[in-house]
């Protein structure tokens, strides 16, 4: 079974950082894309950062750019995402996905496994 299991969510102060981890089991995801989304109340999945299936390639939103960092360790299977100067406003839930193409995408639809999500929730 193909599982995406994000971590490293919580609460933190305004300013502070977090850093989400994303393991895959039940296959190795080194040869595919993988991204970032988040979802607040109310509001539509958000792309967030996605990465090539080398780590060379990466983008970002221009919402997160300069503050946040995707990058994966495909001996481990797994991506993470570093936050760092955290807004109130990036409260959401996360997500880890990845494509089935080696190519990174910015499009929701284009991903093919998705984990069930980690709370990040940041105080003024």
């Known amino acids: 079974q193909v599982q995406l299991v994000e971590s490293g969510g919580g609460l933190v102060q305004a300013g502070g950082s977090l850093r989400l981890s994303c393991a895959a089991s039940?296959?190795?995801?080194?040869?595919?894309?993988m991204g970032w989304f988040r979802q607040a109340p109310g509001k539509e999945r958000e792309f967030l950062a996605t990465?090539?299936?080398?780590?060379?390639?990466?983008y970002y939103a221009d919402s997160v750019k300069g503050r946040f960092t995707i990058s994966r360790d495909n001996a481990k299977n797994t991506m993470y995402l570093q936050m760092n100067s955290l807004k109130p406003e990036d409260t959401a839930v996360y997500y880890c996905a990845a494509r089935s193409s080696p190519t990174y995408s910015v499009s929701v639809p284009s991903y093919d496994y998705w984990g069930q999500g980690t709370q990040v929730t940041v105080s003024s």
């Open positions: 039940g296959r190795s995801f080194s040869g595919n894309a």
């Open positions: 990465v090539s299936w080398s780590g060379v390639y990466t």
